[in-house]
Structure formats: structure tokens, C-alpha cells
């Protein structure tokens, strides 16, 4: 081979090292296995504080992320965060952000970044260790991934539920979202409907490494962007919302009941178009709890269940 064939093999050589040497590096996303919490705002936050603990049955602690928030815990990684409402809030919305468990912040930022998500400069951390960042999806909602801290705090299991299943809220474009949530994230399809057969208003996808979900709940216009414009407050609360998780749904309800717990509340429990028990609850600033059952009593409508349901 001549010198110019030698310099040629040198070169090609030269670009398959680069190349896997840049593959090698790629970031990998690392896991994202639970819901962390759901943040919203409060008008009032002893009487928030009162729906949380007396009527949900939570644990109130300090909030590291906000110390004029706080956080009702429903198990020693999940919680309801609730901060003040700003004093010139203008909207009917109450969510703040979404928050999601990984198993190490950093690389998943790292991760976002690679992607060309735009993440912050580095990772928060807390006064209790634990670690976060934000990013904003493609259509504004901020959502929060948190990697718990080394030290949980002590939670006693919660009678009624000790487990957030999912969160939800309000979304336009569904490919869109997908763009962000599956293709990035890798949150996988669980189960969708609405409220006939021909339309999927609520989309649920599981996280990557777990079986907690995110669902959609779709509204109009498509190129939207949050809460449409002459929405009451009740129902971007309605749409906007967490969900707890229980073996049995009338065991809960009559927990509630017996415990005066219900004091406010005008729902009973019922059969949701995925044919799983549910109670909604609805916290002083409209924000909905939905009591649900871990698994369907029948077929549900619009879709099959298409991954494993969560368990206790």
C-alpha cells in the first residue's frame, strides 16, 4: 500500500475511533422508577392543611425545596407539596409542577441535555440531601425529577393509602407531549379513553422503571398551552390532579366515613371508564384526589391495559 493509501487508513481509522469513542460517551438515561409528588398552590394553607392530614391522612413536614411550602407525605417518597399562592396570581391554576423519582439527578440531566432539552446549569439539592432540577415541557408544565434523599424521613403507613399512583394534568397536543415524555423519557403506554369511545381524553403512560403513571388529561384547542382561557377553577382542579392508590375502594370510603373525614365532600365512590373503582376528593382549592383501585373489575373501554398494573 502506498503512503497515500497508508494516510487514507490512518484517517477512516482515525474517524471509527471517534465515532466510538463519542457513542461511549453518549449520556444513558439512568432510571426514573415512581412518582415523587404534585405541587400546587393554596389560598389558604391551614385549610389545605386540614384536607391533607385529617381528611387524606397524611404527614406534614418541612419543605427543603420551599421553606414557605410544605410537604404531606404519603410515604417516605411521595407527597403532596403545597406552597403559598402568589399574591398576584392571576390564573384559576393551582399546579406548580410534577415531580417524578430517579435514581440519580445528575446523569438524568446530563441525559436531558444531551438530548437538547434545556436543563439548568446543575442539580439542587436540599437540606435533607435529597437532589432535584427542573425542565419545562413542550407545552409549559414544569416538571421536577428528584432523587430522594440517603436518609428518608420516618413516615408511618398511612391507613388509607401510602402510595400516589399517578398524577395528571391538563395537556393540548398529544404528539406533542409524546415528542418529550415517550420518545425522550421513555414513558411507556398504559391505557387510554374518554368519555365515548371515539375520542381519548385521558392518555396514561407509565414511567420508564416503574409502574406509576402520567396521564394526559386533553383538552382543547390543540396549540394550547395550560388552562384555556374562561375555565373555571373547578375543573382545571378537576383535571389537574393526584391520585392514591387502595386495594378497595368501599374500605376506603367507609375509613373516611367513620373517621369524619368526608365533611365537604358531595362525591361517592364509582366505576371510571377504565372499569376501576374510584372516589373523587377535592382539596379547599379545587385540586382533586382520586381514591382509585389498583386493578380493573372488568374490561375497561376505549383500550386494553397495555403494561402491569401498579400493586400495593
Known amino acids: 500500500m502506498g503512503a497515500i493509501g497508508m494516510r487514507a487508513l490512518a484517517y477512516a481509522l482515525t474517524i471509527l475511533a471517534s465515532c466510538g469513542v463519542a457513542q461511549a460517551a453518549a449520556p444513558a438515561r439512568p432510571p426514573i422508577v415512581s412518582v415523587s409528588h404534585l405541587a400546587v398552590h393554596a389560598a389558604?394553607?391551614?385549610?389545605?392543611e386540614a384536607f391533607y392530614v385529617h381528611g387524606l391522612g397524611a404527614v406534614k413536614g418541612s419543605?427543603?425545596?420551599?421553606?414557605?411550602?410544605?410537604?404531606?407525605y404519603f410515604s417516605p417518597t411521595q407527597f403532596v407539596e403545597v406552597l403559598p399562592l402568589p399574591p398576584d396570581a392571576l390564573s384559576v391554576d393551582r399546579l406548580d409542577h410534577a415531580a417524578f423519582n430517579t435514581a440519580d439527578a445528575e446523569a438524568l440531566r446530563l441525559y436531558l441535555a444531551s438530548k437538547g432539552v434545556a436543563v439548568p446549569g446543575r442539580v439542587e439539592t436540599g437540606a435533607d440531601g435529597g437532589r432535584w432540577f427542573d425542565v419545562v415541557d413542550p407545552e409549559g408544565v414544569r416538571i421536577q425529577f428528584v432523587q430522594p434523599p440517603a436518609t428518608l424521613p420516618a413516615i408511618a403507613v398511612n391507613p388509607l393509602s401510602s402510595r400516589i399512583i399517578h398524577v395528571g394534568f391538563i395537556v393540548h397536543d398529544r404528539a406533542k407531549q409524546d415528542a418529550f415524555y415517550r420518545q425522550v423519557l421513555g414513558f411507556r403506554p398504559?391505557?387510554?379513553g374518554g368519555m365515548t369511545d371515539e375520542a381519548a381524553s385521558w392518555v396514561s403512560l407509565q414511567v420508564p422503571d416503574g409502574s406509576d403513571w402520567l396521564e394526559y388529561m386533553i383538552v382543547a384547542p390543540p396549540d394550547g398551552r395550560g388552562t384555556p382561557p374562561g375555565m373555571s377553577q373547578a375543573t382545571a382542579g378537576m383535571l389537574d390532579h393526584f391520585s392514591l392508590?387502595?386495594?378497595?375502594?368501599r374500605?376506603?370510603?367507609t375509613l373516611l366515613w367513620n373517621g369524619d373525614r368526608l365533611r365537604?365532600?358531595?362525591e361517592t365512590p364509582k366505576i371510571g371508564r377504565d372499569a376501576k373503582w374510584q372516589l373523587n376528593?377535592?382539596?379547599?382549592?379545587?385540586?382533586r384526589a382520586e381514591i382509585m383501585e389498583f386493578q380493573a373489575i372488568g374490561k375497561p373501554c376505549c383500550s386494553p391495559f397495555t403494561a402491569a398494573d401498579p400493586k400495593p
Open 245 to 249: 392508590g387502595v386495594p378497595d375502594t
Open 63 to 72: 419543605d427543603p425545596e420551599n421553606p414557605k411550602g410544605a410537604r404531606y
Open 190 to 192: 398504559y391505557w387510554f
Open 281 to 287: 376528593l377535592y382539596d379547599p382549592d379545587g385540586t
Open 264 to 266: 365537604g365532600q358531595a
Open 44 to 48: 389558604d394553607p391551614a385549610k389545605s
Open 251 to 253: 374500605l376506603a370510603y
